[in-house]
């Protein structure tokens, strides 16, 4: 289905985007086309009692690092991928559809284990949130999506229709220079911060 970002945040916040929606349905909201990956999964900082529905692009993103000097001690919080999601990339948004997205609370296990937070509006989801447990790094970061129910629906595609690998947010357990990744079957593993030949998903929270 086609929406604006104005019919869309109606259609959420009456409640009755259950009784239309799915998880894993396909919709376009001002242009860009989404899979729902989640409802009522994440919740906005500024009224938690809102309802929400969390979205992925359909397609990645280009290539590009996780962090570029390689070595990145907090993790998510002080990547430049973190950075360029939330100070550049949200600028090629729509504007109708950036006014409806919410700012959500992130957390994110550094290497060594360490807790760190964050509020974002773009975020690249979690090995947790993907696969529903912590394989590769120290802790789980939140629960899984519903829309992860097994490998196939973690592969995605990129301009070209081809499957790619892409970044998760999550850090290896144990160095501070490599992060988790979804290879093109769906299934996870490990990669140097500063690889450049990794895509881009991420997650964004309307209501």
């Known amino acids: 289905m086609i929406y604006t970002a104005q019919e869309f945040s109606t259609l959420i916040q009456s409640g009755t985007i259950k009784d ?6 396909i919709i376009t909201v001002e242009g860009t086309e989404c899979r729902i990956i989640g409802i009522n999964h994440d919740r906005s900082i500024d009224n938690p009692t809102k309802h929400t529905v969390t979205l992925m692009p359909s397609t ?10 390689g ?4 993790g998510w919080k002080d990547s430049d991928l973190r950075r360029w999601l939330n100070e550049e990339h949200i600028n090629t948004l729509p504007a109708a ?8 609370k992130k957390r994110t296990h550094n290497y ?12 690249a989801l979690s090995e947790s949130e993907l696969i529903g447990s912590a394989y590769w790094s120290p802790k789980e970061d ?7 129910s097994d490998s196939g629906k973690r592969m995605m595609k990129d301009t070209n229709g081809d499957y790619r ?7 290896y357990r144990d160095t501070s220079t490599s992060f988790v990744n979804v290879y093109t079957e769906g299934t996870v593993d490990i990669s140097g911060a500063s690889n450049t030949t990794l895509r881009v998903s991420f997650g964004f929270t309307v209501s």
């Open 20 to 25: 239309i929606h799915k998880v894993n349905d």
């Open 60 to 69: 990645l993103l280009p290539a590009r690092e996780y962090h570029r000097s």
């Open 71 to 74: 070595r990145c001690e907090n």
């Open 97 to 104: 559809l950036v006014e409806i997205i919410q700012s959500v």
């Open 112 to 123: 060594n284990g360490r807790l760190r937070m964050t509020t974002d509006k773009l975020f």
């Open 142 to 148: 939140g629960k899984r999506y519903k829309a992860f």
């Open 165 to 171: 690998y892409y970044w998760t947010r999550s850090a």
